[in-house]
């Protein structure tokens, strides 16, 4: 079997494994609630314990994100949406990189360790997604978003129990809101190379939320249970 075959298969995988399955691998999750919300949100539309929306990163990152928007000639319109996916994947995982080195220093003795796994996991999904991104000619950010920066500068003001708590809940609603991104980016693209690096972070994030559930019990504190599906619309009569 081809390296090629192998990715697709992977990728495939990851698309059509149930919903409730991957509920399941959420140790926070609630029983019988879909594992993502019901209305897709980019990445950069994060909602930790600020509750803010991320902005978009600098200056120079906007420009060339308006570039990539307007697509090359015959470029499709999920070739539009796989270039602005890797862009709010790549500077969501720069803020995981930064806020784990933080948490390296002044965490705890067992959100130290989620610190440095956040460090290390990210930094590689980060440059798998930049090979693609690199492959696709797309400029990626290099600097955080406001909202990250703002949660940096959050944490830096806090110690102890407060800095654990701020950033265990930060980083879990963080990643939910990732997963779903991703889920959905799985569920349309058709590059199979982006595929491939999105089975692997998806992986790697349900992973992650088990060593964040596990270090916030260790620490005895409460982190935010996933909001409840919204019901059903009622069909009219």
């Known amino acids: ?13 990851v698309v059509l494994l149930p919903l409730a399955l991957l509920a399941q ?14 209305s897709p949100q980019g990445m950069n539309q994060s909602a930790g314990p600020q509750g803010s929306n991320a902005p978009t990163g600098s200056q120079t990152i906007q420009s060339g994100s308006m570039r990539d928007s307007l697509g090359a000639p015959g470029e499709t319109g999920q070739q539009m949406v796989d270039k602005q996916f890797l862009r709010s994947a790549v500077e969501d995982g720069l803020a995981d990189v930064k806020l784990g080195s933080l948490a390296v220093e002044k965490g705890g003795p067992d959100v130290k360790p989620v610190g440095q796994q956040m460090v290390d996991d990210h930094s590689s999904l980060n440059k798998g997604l930049g090979d693609v991104a690199d492959s696709m000619g797309i400029m990626l950010p290099r600097k955080l978003s406001k909202d990250a920066e703002a949660e940096y500068e959050k944490l830096m003001g806090l110690s102890g129990k407060d800095f654990d708590t701020e950033y265990l809940t930060y980083i879990l609603t963080m990643h939910r809101q990732k997963l779903h991104s991703f889920y959905m980016e799985a569920s349309a693209s058709t590059d199979t190379a982006l595929q491939a690096e999105i089975a692997k972070a ?5 992973q992650h939320l088990a060593i964040i559930a596990k270090a916030a019990a260790a620490e005895g504190i409460t982190l935010p249970p996933r909001p409840p599906r919204p019901p059903a619309a009622t069909a009219k009569k």
Do not use: E, I
Request: proline share 12%; glycine share 6%; hydrophobic share 40%.
């Open 1 to 13: 079997m081809t390296m090629k075959c192998v990715r697709v298969a992977v990728a495939g995988a």
């Open 25 to 38: 691998m959420d140790p926070t999750a609630n029983p019988g609630v879909s594992p993502y919300p019901q």
């Open 202 to 206: 998806m992986t790697t994030m349900h």
